[in-house]
């Protein structure tokens, strides 16, 4: 009776050990619905949600040695601070993703060179998604707020001060940076690395660090969690 207990139970496992699988884990991409794609935009190892950390204002010896004189945190990046990331004195009206002016911002970021996420923003009827350039890994920030996009000098300060911290390897600097515009006044901000240094399934973990004025930004990506049907996806 035991012996037949357990056949009869482990298919049953099986089944609900099937059910909890991650769609891009159970599922070809070609097979993925919208409401697929959109889990994949929303809850998956190539997106995350985070609230930029606030630093402490520099003096004015640390700008000049950052190389900005007077006023400010750096070569246009003043429009990062935190009346504008907070919302106090924001316009009321809202972005696409409906963000409260209220609220402390959101920044959604996407590892926007994976297959799986460009598979995904296809699927999902995103229009205009950021352009990938061919030999980089390409991570976009969403939501930013306060952004004028035709500052070039802000690309510029943008791309110094970020990187992807692999650990056990050299780290990767920023080679450019995209400003895209959303709707509701918000815009995209598009970091471009080279694929100078392999970041393999063995990499127990990427670090994608950015700083834009006093507001600091470090997410994790794990790229064992990466992969659709055994291949790494960046």
């Known amino acids: 009776m035991k012996t037949i207990m357990k056949s009869v139970l482990f298919p049953a496992s099986a089944i609900l050990l099937m059910a909890a699988a991650p769609v891009w884990k159970s599922k070809q991409m070609e097979q993925w619905s919208e409401q697929d794609a959109k889990l994949i935009l929303t809850a998956s190892p190539w997106v995350s949600k985070i609230t930029p950390a606030l630093l402490p204002e520099r003096n004015e010896s ?33 972005g696409k993703r409906g963000r409260r002016p209220t609220q402390v911002a959101t ?29 980089n890994y390409v991570i976009a920030i969403y939501d930013v707020p306060g ?70 930004v470090a997410q994790y990506f794990y790229p064992r969690e990466m992969t659709i049907q055994g291949k790494l996806e960046l």
Do not use: C, Y
Request: hydrophobic content about 40%; glycine content about 12%; charged content about 25%.
């Open 62 to 94: 640390q700008r000049r040695q950052g190389g900005s004189w007077g006023g400010g945190d750096g070569i246009g990046i003043e429009v990062f601070t935190p009346t504008t990331l907070i919302g106090v004195g924001t316009s009321s009206a809202a």
């Open 147 to 216: 952004v004028d996009i035709n500052q070039k000098a802000l690309s510029f300060q943008l791309k110094k001060d970020a990187f992807l911290k692999i650990e056990g390897k050299k780290n990767l600097r920023a080679s450019r940076v995209d400003l895209l515009p959303q709707e509701g006044g918000l815009a995209t901000i598009v970091f471009m690395f080279p694929r100078s240094a392999d970041i393999t399934s063995e990499d127990m973990r990427v670090t994608f660090l950015a700083q834009m004025g006093r507001l600091s």
């Open 107 to 135: 920044l959604e970021i996407r590892w926007e060179s994976a297959k799986a996420v460009r598979a995904a923003e296809e699927k999902a009827h995103e229009g205009d998604p950021p352009d990938v350039a061919a030999g």
